[in-house]
């Protein structure tokens, strides 16, 4: 597979992502930053409660506090909804972020217990909700859901589920590590979606590629609660203001450019779906992702795909994910790296392929 | 308090610290680093690698994991020790970082035990140790230890306690948030201090004057198990660049100058108590560090101090702390600001001051 990974690395082009990720994207992200702007000190000053009340409004939100990291935000989220229920129990999407790559931390920090619904090859429907058997605190939904590459409950399905967990009194949170992505395809804005949510958590290294960092908005009681904990995680830095600026340069850069990214990625999936013994999830995407499944062995689409990149310099992946029945899989981000790349040539690279494929 | 704190802001140089905590901290930082340096990528990478490295042999364990903050390093160094202990129980200074600074994390999160050795106004010595009447999973040292003006145990107690506890299989762990700073003082280095401890932190942003972050060192299997709770904790930030290459910036550009550091914080405190109704603690600073206090009340001093800083363009405080008995006190710690200062300003510093004082 290292063969792919180095056709990949020799590439022009590519088509995921905003380019490499280098120290030239904080560089450029303080380039115009008067070097006298003061530090925020521990989740105060101007330059971390400015950004927030941003995405506070962006959102739709009352406030909003900058975490480090999704993980840490969205552990907290779920902790505090569990306190303000008296119930140490939510449910979520069998391969929500908080069951496969956080080292069970909801459960080792908080003794959280995790209900999970829905099938793990699609979204959470509002029946799986309804047919729930025990009582949960909250329940936490991701926009669009990741390791499915990328689907959507429609969003008359959100808003019933909404009305639903009112009713009950189950808190609703949005996993929405990419929320901005999916709203070219609900044709709604953030606050629209997440007005149907309690809290929500937004990243800034996805659509938007920044550094790193994320957001958490809510009520005021909930976001006060949430920086005690954030304090406790030993997330409230002296100093986060080198993620704080690049999320906020990234964020004018590219929170307009979803919809162009969507629409990227809706044409690379037909392309992908026009070969041989390739197949897209979803067939048509509905955010600027997706996954890329052959019905062929890992080795022999590597040495295929090795073999295209070179030849039209275009990088389309660097790994092969195996999968059960000798088929494999590799997931696609369309950012600002696609947007450069001239028609004829992803056209050119996609008549490789196919041929390769035939 | 605000016209102290005003004319701080005013002066032209200042004893404490390294300068305004600003973005051209870290834009001196990233100056001559090749855009072109890939990131870190949850953990990984020459960038954080190497950079652990350093700080392992700086330190004298077998392995260091960087982290965002020493908050989350030492709760979960404790929290390792505990598990391998099998006892919830752990022993440091009343005023440890862990019990006033932290919102009770590593109570609220991993409901670890806590006993409070010594009085609050002197450091932990050998007799605390062993006169415990429970038995510790660890026991943690602060060296030097900062609310009370860093002040710090022989090194032959450090020697002694370090032996008692190996006997009685007490894990040590060592706070050593201004660990660089004590090493003139003790006249040993790093690694002397670090031989003593099963478990070392340091931060990037005190003496060395980074932007954020921490190193913890121990040995392999510790420092694997840590790496397993930054990621719970949310730690393992996509890129955690930003605080590695200004850490390792300043940590080249200040290592060495922590003697300078610790004869200024000695020559500075004669000069505070020289002044009448002024002494500082300790009389003679063991570290880069010390605190002044003053025995009259909060707004006469900060009245003196306010007119003091304007008349000679040195900064000496923006705050005073009220404290018990009608006196106040603030915290100086000495960095390259002080060290710009020419001695002759200094001088004419103290004489208005130990005018103002008679």
Same mark, same amino acid.
């Given at each position: 597979m290292n063969h792919l990974k180095n056709s990949y690395d020799k590439c022009?082009? =590519?088509?995921?992502?905003?380019?490499? =990720? %280098?120290v030239s994207v904080l560089q450029d992200a303080l380039? %115009?930053?008067?070097?006298?702007q003061l530090s925020d000190i521990y989740g105060e000053g101007h330059i971390i409660e400015d950004f927030q009340n941003k995405m506070a409004k962006l959102l739709g939100k009352g406030t909003a506090a900058f975490f480090p990291s999704g993980t840490m935000a969205q552990q907290i989220a779920l902790r505090i909804w569990c306190d303000e229920k008296k119930l140490n129990k939510v449910a979520y999407h069998p391969l929500s972020h908080l069951e496969i790559?956080?080292?069970d931390g909801l459960k080792e920090i908080h003794h959280i217990k995790t209900i999970l619904l829905a099938d793990k090859d699609r979204v959470i429907e509002l029946d799986d909700v309804v047919n729930l058997e025990e009582d949960i605190a909250c329940l936490l939904l991701e926009?669009?859901? =990741?390791?499915?590459?990328?689907q959507l409950p429609s969003f008359e399905t959100l808003k019933q589920i909404s009305a639903y967990c009112r009713e009950k009194s189950i808190m609703l949170h949005l996993d929405?590590?990419?929320l901005l992505e999916v709203l070219p395809f609900y044709k709604k804005t953030a606050a629209e979606v997440c007005d149907l949510f309690n809290s929500v958590y937004m990243s800034f290294?996805?659509?938007? /590629? /920044?550094i790193a960092g994320a957001v958490l908005a809510g009520d005021k009681d909930f976001i006060e609660k949430s920086k005690v904990w954030r304090k406790r995680y030993g /997330?409230?830095?002296?100093?986060?203001y080198p993620y704080i600026l690049s999320a906020d340069y990234y964020f004018d850069k590219r929170a307009n450019n979803m919809e162009q990214y969507y629409n990227s990625a809706m044409e690379l999936a037909k392309l992908f779906n026009d070969c041989k013994d390739i197949y897209t999830i979803?067939?048509?995407?509905?955010?600027?992702m997706f996954h890329v499944h052959f019905k062929r062995n890992q080795e022999e689409i590597a040495a295929i795909l090795a073999k295209v990149q070179l030849a039209n310099?275009?990088?389309?992946?660097?790994y092969l994910s195996k999968q059960d029945g000798n088929s494999c899989t590799f997931e696609l981000s369309i950012g600002d790296s696609c947007l450069e790349i001239l028609k004829n040539l992803i056209d050119k690279l996609f008549d490789s392929l196919r041929e390769e494929m035939k």
């Open positions: 022009t082009y =590519r088509l995921a992502g905003h380019g490499k =990720r %280098d380039k %115009d930053i008067s070097g006298e790559h956080e080292m926009l669009p859901q =990741r390791e499915i590459g990328g929405g590590a990419r290294y996805k659509g938007i /590629g /920044g /997330g409230t830095l002296i100093s986060l979803p067939e048509v995407p509905v955010s600027n310099h275009i990088g389309i992946t660097s």
